[in-house]
């Protein structure tokens, strides 16, 4: 029979006192590792408690605990009169080197779900963190009122109503879902119920429940083409059949789709800011789209993603508040207007789905937190949000208005910026067959961000251009970083 280990054993050992993690884990952690690294064989012996017990300065109480413990869940073995031993039969790969070795072979044995599969091809954006200059979709987040939210959050944690800690309601919060329905009716011109809302983590959790509780695989659905990139790809990942839809001067083009694809069940639609090409709908081409999804019995998304930022005019009412039928599904977030990492959104859904899509919600992970909802529903009653907005619409345009100037000063041998009347970024169309991901490349290794017009395609569109993202940069900054574009795309 192997030997006790003893002093051999006793090196091996790493107990620190004056720690927070308390001695006897820190015994149970080294013999642990000891038998998994295989540096205690199975069979070999254990120095008795009291020999451990004194050879470390420990109690005996101590070590006793510990091998009691690894006895319980079968490490190791006692036998009356002969000790303590390393558990036989025990089939752990011990090396840690064997560990990694193997996962890495087996690896891409694994076989993923079809539906990961087509996770895996998506071409949303997967970057985090810093970002770069003129990254669309960016607020200006240096100027968000951090101090103000924070007193907001904290009353919401602190506040007498300890609900707020809980999971909170099926739907969302009722007090935010009210604050919602008071922005869109003085915002959208919408009269919704606060039954109708649901609330969601952002956009992109509102298109998954849509494709969850709508979508049955192999449905059709018209997309804008370009168009939301992670929105399409949820349609996709949940088997439906995206068909693309080119946009014209009036927005979606119906008479296209008709022309072309078969009936969908459900259209995707950026009415007041077509994401990319900035194109705001027509009210002729919303009444058609309304018209069309009546008489086809199908839905519509309304994805309103920017439309607080308007800076030519009154915004536009939403295509929801002309949908008399309840065939639109409204879709509005907070991670323009506030910022992305707060993760609220919404959806608004006919009443007769507001069950399903509660229950779809609490399933799938009811992922928004009840303390945020109660901080932001205050910070909207109180006037917070439409001060912000105010704000931030000013700076905005004057980005804008900076960013195009100097575009057009600095790059036009190279690129023809398009004026927007709305939103955080603009598209500038490419000149001399350059190509919009090798500029995206070339820009991004001088750190300027852009996005290339054709991830924003299921079908490639014969121009090329990139998305420039105004609102997240600097006005001083601008004139500098155009410059700097010129330089890079000269060098192309
Ligand atoms: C068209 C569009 N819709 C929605 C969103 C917002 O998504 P989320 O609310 O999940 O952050 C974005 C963000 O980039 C977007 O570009």
Known sequence: MPKSPGGALLQAFSIERGTSVPIYRQLDASLRRLILEGTLAAGQKLPSTRELAQDLGLSRITVKSVYEQLIAEGYVQAKTGAGTFVAD??????????????????????????????????????????????????????????RIWNKYLLDAMTSRNRQNLSYGEVNGSSALRASIVRH??????????????????????????????????????????????????????????V?????????????????????????????????????????????????????????????????????????????????????????????????????LGYVVVPPALADSFAKARNLLGQSSSAVVEQALSRFMDEGRFVEHIRKMRRIYRERRDVLFECLTRDCSAFLEPQETD???????????????????????????????????????????????????????????????????????
């Open 89 to 146: 039969g025990l089939e752990i790969e011990t090396k840690p080197e064997i560990w990694r070795a193997r996962q890495k072979l087996t690896m891409p044995d694994i076989e993923i779900s079809e539906r990961a599969q087509t996770i895996m091809s998506s071409k949303a954006s997967v970057r985090y963190g810093e970002t770069e200059p003129f990254r669309p979709g960016v607020p200006a987040l240096e100027l968000f009122p951090t």
């Open 184 to 241: 869109l009716a003085d915002a959208r011109g919408m009269q919704v119920d606060a039954d109708q809302i649901i609330i969601t983590s952002g956009a992109q959790q509102a298109f998954v429940l849509i494709a969850f509780v709508l979508l049955s695989r192999g449905d059709t659905v018209w997309y804008e083409n370009p168009g939301h990139i992670a929105g399409r790809d949820v349609m996709q990942i949940m088997g439906s059949n």
């Open 243 to 343: 068909a693309p839809v080119p946009i014209d001067g009036e927005g979606f083009d119906l008479q296209f789709a008709q022309r072309t694809h078969a009936k969908p069940s459900l259209i995707f639609t950026t009415p007041s800011h077509q994401q990319p090409l900035g194109v705001t709908m027509s009210l002729g081409r919303r009444l058609a789209l309304l018209n069309y999804a009546k008489e086809n019995d199908c839905w519509i998304i309304e994805d309103d993603y920017d439309s607080e930022f308007r800076y030519r005019g009154r915004p536009l009412p939403a295509l929801s508040a002309l949908d008399s039928e309840r065939r639109v599904f409204y879709v509005g977030t907070f991670s323009k207007s506030m910022f992305a990492a707060m993760r």
């Open 422 to 492: 709305a939103g955080m970024h603009m598209l500038a169309w490419l000149k001399n067959g350059l190509g919009d991901q090798d500029v995206h490349r070339a820009l991004l290794d001088a750190g300027i961000e852009s996005l290339p017009l054709s991830v924003y395609c299921i079908e490639p569109l014969e121009r090329k251009g990139i998305v420039l993202g105004f609102s997240g940069a600097d006005t001083r900054r601008i004139p500098r970083l155009t410059k700097r574009i010129a330089d890079v795309l000269a060098s192309l």
